[in-house]
């Protein structure tokens, strides 16, 4: 009886996510992501493991045909560099721990979050600027974790922070590009501090 009611639940589970493929090797922690993500239930992405990315491991963008679309029905694209490359070490991406993908998976989502307040013109606006503009790369990076903190995901975000911070096989210059363009442990602890007065806060008026 347990596992009749655990397999229903998977199927609705799975059922519920019709527009999101997923290659099978981290379908589990795609689930678990998306379950922060309700608003994501209805759009289309796409996750796919690519061979190598320049400076990063994952890397969220509309796909190309979305911009001859409306904004409603844009659809996205997740890379995932199979290889985990960090200056000259070579890590796999299989190798990485579940949770630690899922805080990765975590900040991804925060970004197509982003991407949907935007219109088709402001997106080829963003992607312009973030190619030129560091600043801008430091708004987009703190702006995708904001939106992972805000939905509830700051223990898998905290994760793969440190794992990265804390990894003496990772070299000082990737830790400080994490540093630079990423929110840190302390300003991602003082934002979940402020949700949680807010919500406690709305929970008493509601009285
Ligand atoms: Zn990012």
Do not use: C
Not at 65 to 83: A, D, G, L, M
Not at 175 to 189: A, C, F, G, V, W
């Amino acid at each position: 009886m347990k596992r009749f009611v655990f397999l229903i639940l998977f199927f609705i589970t799975l059922n519920g996510y019709t527009q999101i493929q997923t290659p099978k090797s981290i379908e589990k922690e795609v689930i678990t992501t998306l379950e922060f993500y309700p608003e994501l239930q209805d759009v289309n992405i796409e996750i796919k493991f690519k061979k190598n990315i320049k400076k990063s491991t994952m890397q969220a963008q509309p796909k190309f045909n979305s911009f001859f679309k409306s904004k409603k029905n844009r659809e996205y694209v997740i890379f995932i560099s199979e290889k985990f490359k960090i200056s000259d070490k070579n890590f796999s991406t299989k190798d990485i721990p579940s949770k630690i993908l899922v805080g990765w998976l975590g900040h991804e989502f925060g970004h197509i979050m982003d991407y949907q307040q935007r219109s088709n013109m402001n997106m080829i606006g963003f992607g312009i600027k973030y190619l030129f503009s560091d600043n801008y790369i430091i708004e987009a990076e703190r702006t995708a974790d904001t939106y992972a903190v805000a939905h509830g995901m700051e223990s898998y975000i905290l994760k793969t922070k440190n794992f990265i911070l804390n990894n003496s096989e990772i070299t000082p210059s990737y830790k400080q590009r994490i540093k630079k363009y990423y929110l840190s442990p302390e300003e991602i602890m003082d934002m979940v501090n402020q949700r949680d007065d807010d919500m406690s806060e709305s929970a008493s008026t509601q009285h």
